[in-house]
Nanobody
């Protein structure tokens, strides 16, 4: 089973920052896009940020201007820099990788923001 390696979550005070990372295993080739989604308790999973290979990043409306997605192509790793965090950003964050053949999801990483 292919496993994405996520890291960087935790507990932070409002206004603070966290950086999430997600590394794709070498078995995933021809990556078309990498991105992050989140799911808060009682809510549907929503797009946070995504970046297609060779394309511009896209962001969810609720985080625009505060989060930045980037990718290290050499290591097929995607990062999510989260600044000015708010309590409403509290959720489980999931990494998603899209290859020509299927989608891969990480197991999720908890981000909690205290007021």
């Amino acid at each position: 089973q292919v496993q994405l390696v996520e890291s960087g979550g935790g507990l932070v005070q409002a206004g603070g920052s966290l950086r999430l990372s997600c590394a794709a295993p070498r078995s995933i080739t021809g990556i078309k896009a990498m991105g992050w989604y989140r799911q808060a308790p009682g809510k549907q999973r929503e797009l946070v940020a995504a970046m297609a290979s060779g394309g511009n990043p896209i962001y969810g409306d609720s985080i625009k201007g505060r989060f930045t997605i980037s990718r290290n192509r050499a290591y097929d790793t995607t990062f999510l820099q989260m600044d000015n965090l708010k309590p409403e950003d509290t959720a489980v964050y999931y990494c998603k990788i899209v290859s020509p053949w299927r989608e891969f999801w990480g197991q999720g990483i908890q981000v909690a923001v205290s007021s």
